[in-house]
C-alpha cells in the first residue's frame, strides 16, 4: 500500500496484508493511522469498500483520494487473491478476479527482457514556477527499473507545454516481469541548487505489460516548496521492445517445438541414444498444422511464414545457424498487413511463395534433421536468398512507394526476375538434396545489374575515406570480450525498425546511453545486416588506431564511397555528379558532402530492402564545436533520406546531441537505462522513492 499527503515530501510503504477467509460480499476496510513518540496511535483516515470492488479493479489496483484534517491524502493498493476460492466457495470471485484479464491483452509466454516506455505527458494544470525569473526552469524525467537482475536509472530532460510536460524519447530498460518501475518528476532553477520533486508513480511490469493502450496514473505529488494545483496525470505507453502482434498468434507452440528440437539435437551429441526423430518431426507437423488453422482466409503468406519460423527455430538448434536468419522471418512478419492485401491477384509472386515453401518443406523432412548440421552452408544461402526475395515480395506489393512502379517503368521482365527467384531456390533444393557446396551467388533484383558501364569507370580515390573506420575493426581494439550480450528484444526492436515498411518511418535512430552496451547493441546489428547483405557502411569513432584518419570531416564521404561499392545505380549517380568537379570531390565540408555524395545520388535510386549506416560514437569525433555543423546538416536534411537508407547513430548522453535532435519528427530517440553502480546503488526500494 501506497500513501502520500499532497504536501508532504515522502512516501509510506506499507507491508502486504493476507485477509483469510472471506466473501464476496464482505466489507473491507483499511484504516491508516499516525503515531508518535509517547504518543498513541491516531486516526488519519480509512479506506473501505466490498471485496468484489477491489478485485474487479483495473489490474487489481485500488486507488481512493481520502481526506484527512483539511488536507488530501492519495493512496494506492493491489488487491488479489492468493489461492483457492472464498470461504463460502463462492466461484464469483474468481468471475470478479478474471474481469480485469478481458479488458487487457494477456501478455506474451515469451520471456521480456527488454521494455520500451514511449510518449511520455504529464498533464498539469499550471506548470511550476519556482522564482520570478523562470526562464531557466527545467523539468527531467527519472525512470528507476528494479528487479533481480539489479536496477537502472534513466534521467531526461523534458519540454514545457501549455498545460504540460512532454518526453518524446523512448526509453528502454533491461527488466524482467517482475521488475518495477518508479517515475520522478523533478524540476530545477537554474541556480545548480538540489533537485525539487514535483510528483513520482510506481508500476509494476507485468501490469504494464497487460494493458494495451495509453497507460494513465495520478502522479502522487510530493512538492512542498512549489504549489501544484489539482492532481497531476501521468501518461505513456509501455511495451516489449520488438514485440510485433503477428508473432502473438505463433507463441502457442513454441514451447513443444522448442522441447522436440532439443530433444533431437541432443541426440546429434549423444549418437549411442536411442533415436526417434519420426515422434520429434511429427511434433512439428502438429506444430504447423495447428498454427495453419488461423490463417484468416490468408492461404500463401501466412503459412509460407510459419514454416520460415519454425525452420529458424530448428535450424539455429541442430544446424549452429547464425542466429540472425530470423531476419528473414521478421520482413514478412513486420510487412504481412500489406502483403497479404495485395498479392490475391498477382499469380508469379503467389508462385515464388510456394516454390519458397516447398523449399522449406524439403529442408524440414524427417531423414533431414539427424544430417542439418553438415548442411549448415547451404542453410545459411536458403536463409540469405529468402531475405532477398522478402525485401523484393514486399517492396513490389506495397503501392505507396515508388519501387513497385519503378521496376514496371523499368526494361525489366518482372515475370523473367520472379523466375530467376525461383530458379534459385530450386537450385538450393538440389544442392540440399545432393549434399553439394554451395558455390552459386545470390540472386538479386537484376535492375541494380542492368546500370551502364559509367559507374564501371567511377574512381573515387581522391574523395576523402578513413581507413579502419568500420565497426567491425574497432571493436577488435576497444571492446571487452566479455562484454555482456544486449538484450534480444532490443535488437528485435532495432531490426523492425530498419526493416519497417512505413513510408513515414524515421530515417535516423539515435541510440544514447553507455558506452559498452551502445557498441555491443552497434556490433550484434551490423552484424546482423551483414549478413542479410544490407550494411551500407559503418564508422565508429571509438578506440584508437595507428595513424587514424577518422574526423566528422570525412565522415559522409566515407559513408558515400562505402554505398557506391553496396548499390551500382548509386554509384553511377555519384560518378555523373562529381565525375568532373575534382574541387566537389576533394571537399572537406560535411553539409557540402552529405547533400551532394548522399542525397542528391539516391534519389532516383531503386534499393530493393533497406540499407542500414552506422555511426557508433558520434560524440566522440570532436568536441561540441566541431560536431555543431555535422548535427544541424543530420536534423535539416536528414528527413530526406530515400525510405529505405537508415541511419542508427550511438553517442552517450551529451547535452548539444540530446538538444539538436529534440522534437525532430524524422528521428527516433532511444535512450537505455544506465546501471546503477554497485557503490551507490539503492539496495532497497524506499531509497529511491525517497521514503
Known amino acids: 500500500m501506497i500513501c502520500r499527503s499532497a504536501d508532504a515530501t515522502h512516501m509510506h510503504l506499507f507491508d502486504a496484508f493476507v485477509i483469510s477467509p472471506f466473501q464476496l460480499d464482505s466489507h473491507a476496510s483499511l484504516q491508516i493511522f499516525a503515531t508518535r513518540w509517547l504518543h498513541k496511535n491516531k486516526p488519519i483516515a480509512v479506506v473501505e469498500g466490498f471485496v468484489k470492488d477491489w478485485l474487479a479493479a483495473p489490474n487489481g489496483v485500488v486507488r481512493k483520494t481520502l481526506e484527512s484534517g483539511g488536507a488530501k491524502i492519495q493512496t494506492e493498493f493491489k488487491v488479489f487473491q492468493t489461492s483457492g476460492v472464498s470461504a463460502a466457495g463462492n466461484h464469483h470471485v474468481e468471475e470478479a478476479a478474471n474481469l480485469t484479464v478481458e479488458q487487457t491483452d494477456v501478455p506474451s509466454t515469451k520471456p521480456i527482457d527488454a521494455l520500451d516506455?514511449?510518449?511520455?505527458?504529464?498533464?498539469?494544470?499550471?506548470?511550476?514556477?519556482?522564482?520570478?525569473?523562470?526562464?531557466?526552469?527545467?523539468?527531467?524525467?527519472?525512470?528507476?527499473?528494479?528487479?533481480?537482475?539489479?536496477?537502472?536509472?534513466?534521467t531526461s530532460q523534458g519540454q514545457q507545454g501549455e498545460k504540460c510536460l512532454m518526453w518524446d524519447t523512448t526509453f528502454t530498460f533491461n527488466v524482467s516481469q517482475t521488475s518495477q518501475l518508479v517515475f520522478r518528476v523533478l524540476g530545477y532553477d537554474g541556480k545548480d541548487s538540489e533537485p525539487i520533486p514535483i510528483g513520482i508513480a510506481i508500476f509494476d511490469v507485468d501490469e504494464l505489460l497487460r494493458q494495451n493502450s495509453l497507460i494513465r496514473r495520478p502522479l502522487l505529488s510530493s512538492a512542498a516548496s512549489v504549489r501544484i494545483e489539482g492532481i497531476p496525470t501521468l501518461s505513456f505507453r509501455a511495451a516489449q521492445a520488438g514485440a510485433m502482434s503477428f508473432t502473438r498468434s505463433l507463441s502457442f507452440f513454441t514451447q513443444e517445438l522448442s522441447a522436440a528440437v532439443n530433444r533431437t539435437a541432443d541426440l546429434n551429441v549423444q549418437p549411442n541414444q536411442p533415436r526417434d526423430?519420426?515422434?520429434?518431426?511429427?511434433?512439428?507437423?502438429?506444430?504447423?498444422?495447428?498454427?495453419?488453422?488461423?490463417?484468416?482466409?490468408?492461404?500463401?503468406l501466412y503459412p509460407l511464414l510459419v514454416k520460415i519460423s519454425i525452420f529458424v527455430s530448428v535450424a539455429e538448434r541442430l544446424a549452429k545457424l547464425h542466429p540472425y536468419a530470423r531476419i528473414a522471418f521478421a520482413i514478412l512478419a513486420t510487412g504481412y498487413e500489406v502483403i497479404r492485401q495485395n498479392i490475391?491477384?498477382?499469380?508469379?509472386?503467389?508462385?515464388?511463395?510456394?516454390?519458397?515453401?516447398?523449399?522449406?518443406?524439403?529442408?524440414?523432412?524427417?531423414?533431414?534433421?539427424?544430417?542439418?548440421?553438415?548442411?549448415?552452408?547451404?542453410?545459411?544461402?536458403?536463409?540469405?536468398?529468402?531475405?532477398?526475395?522478402?525485401?523484393?515480395i514486399r517492396d513490389y506489393v506495397d503501392t505507396r512507394g515508388s519501387f513497385a512502379q519503378a521496376i514496371k517503368n523499368s526494361a525489366l521482365n518482372?515475370?523473367?526476375?520472379?523466375?530467376?527467384?525461383?530458379?534459385?531456390?530450386?537450385?538450393?533444393?538440389?544442392?540440399?538434396?545432393?549434399?553439394?557446396?554451395?558455390?552459386?551467388?545470390?540472386?538479386?533484383?537484376?535492375?541494380?545489374?542492368?546500370?551502364?558501364?559509367?559507374?564501371?569507370?567511377?574512381?573515387?580515390?581522391?574523395?576523402?575515406?578513413?581507413?579502419?573506420?568500420?565497426?567491425?575493426?574497432?571493436?577488435?581494439?576497444?571492446?571487452?570480450?566479455?562484454?555482456?550480450?544486449?538484450p534480444s528484444d532490443l535488437i528485435t526492436s532495432l531490426q523492425s525498425w530498419v526493416i519497417g515498411d512505413s513510408k513515414e518511418s524515421e530515417r535516423i535512430c539515435l541510440l544514447s546511453g553507455p558506452e559498452e552496451l551502445c557498441s555491443s547493441i552497434a556490433l550484434v546489428i551490423g552484424e546482423q545486416f551483414q549478413f542479410a547483405s544490407r550494411l551500407g557502411s559503418s564508422y565508429c569513432f571509438r578506440g584508437t588506431r595507428h595513424n587514424d584518419t577518422r574526423s566528422y570531416s570525412n565522415l559522409f564521404s566515407t559513408i558515400a564511397r562505402d554505398l557506391a561499392d553496396r548499390n551500382a545505380q548509386f554509384k553511377q549517380n555519384l560518378w555523373r555528379a562529381i565525375g568532373n568537379e575534382t574541387s566537389l570531390r576533394k571537399t572537406r565540408v560535411a553539409r557540402?558532402?552529405?547533400?551532394?555524395?548522399?542525397?542528391?545520388?539516391?534519389?532516383?535510386?531503386?534499393?530493393?530492402?533497406?540499407?542500414?549506416?552506422?555511426?557508433?560514437?558520434?560524440?566522440?569525433g570532436g568536441n561540441e564545436?566541431?560536431?555543431?555543423?555535422?548535427?544541424?546538416?543530420?536534423?535539416?536534411?536528414?528527413?530526406?533520406?530515400?525510405?529505405?537508407l537508415r541511419f542508427l547513430i550511438t553517442c552517450r548522453l551529451e547535452d548539444d546531441i540530446c538538444k539538436a535532435f529534440r522534437g525532430q519528427s524524422h528521428v527516433l530517440r532511444r535512450q537505455l537505462g544506465e546501471a546503477t553502480p554497485l557503490a551507490t546503488r539503492a539496495d532497497n526500494f524506499e531509497d529511491f522513492v525517497g521514503v
Open 117 to 154: 516506455i514511449s510518449a511520455v505527458i504529464l498533464d498539469i494544470d499550471r506548470v511550476p514556477k519556482f522564482g520570478k525569473l523562470s526562464w531557466d526552469d527545467r523539468f527531467f524525467l527519472e525512470v528507476h527499473a528494479a528487479g533481480s537482475g539489479g536496477s537502472q536509472n534513466i
Open 277 to 300: 526423430y519420426g515422434q520429434d518431426k511429427r511434433i512439428i507437423e502438429h506444430a504447423i498444422s495447428r498454427a495453419s488453422k488461423d490463417t484468416g482466409g490468408d492461404e500463401h
Open 344 to 392: 490475391a491477384c498477382d499469380l508469379g509472386i503467389i508462385r515464388l511463395m510456394h516454390t519458397m515453401q516447398d523449399t522449406y518443406d524439403l529442408v524440414m523432412t524427417v531423414d533431414a534433421l539427424p544430417y542439418l548440421h553438415k548442411q549448415k552452408n547451404v542453410l545459411e544461402a536458403i536463409m540469405q536468398q529468402t531475405i532477398e526475395c522478402a525485401f523484393f
Open 414 to 486: 518482372m515475370e523473367s526476375q520472379i523466375k530467376a527467384f525461383e530458379n534459385a531456390f530450386i537450385d538450393l533444393q538440389r544442392n540440399f538434396q545432393s549434399y553439394m557446396a554451395v558455390s552459386t551467388q545470390l540472386t538479386v533484383l537484376k535492375i541494380l545489374e542492368d546500370v551502364q558501364d559509367l559507374g564501371a569507370k567511377a574512381d573515387f580515390r581522391d574523395m576523402s575515406y578513413a581507413v579502419d573506420a568500420r565497426c567491425a575493426a574497432s571493436y577488435a581494439v576497444h571492446l571487452p570480450a566479455n562484454s555482456a550480450a544486449p
Open 592 to 620: 557540402t558532402q552529405f547533400e551532394e555524395f548522399i542525397l542528391a545520388p539516391s534519389r532516383d535510386v531503386i534499393w530493393n530492402g533497406p540499407f542500414l549506416v552506422i555511426i557508433d560514437g558520434l560524440e566522440l
Open 625 to 644: 564545436a566541431a560536431r555543431k555543423e555535422i548535427l544541424s546538416v543530420l536534423v535539416d536534411a536528414g528527413a530526406e533520406l530515400p525510405r529505405n
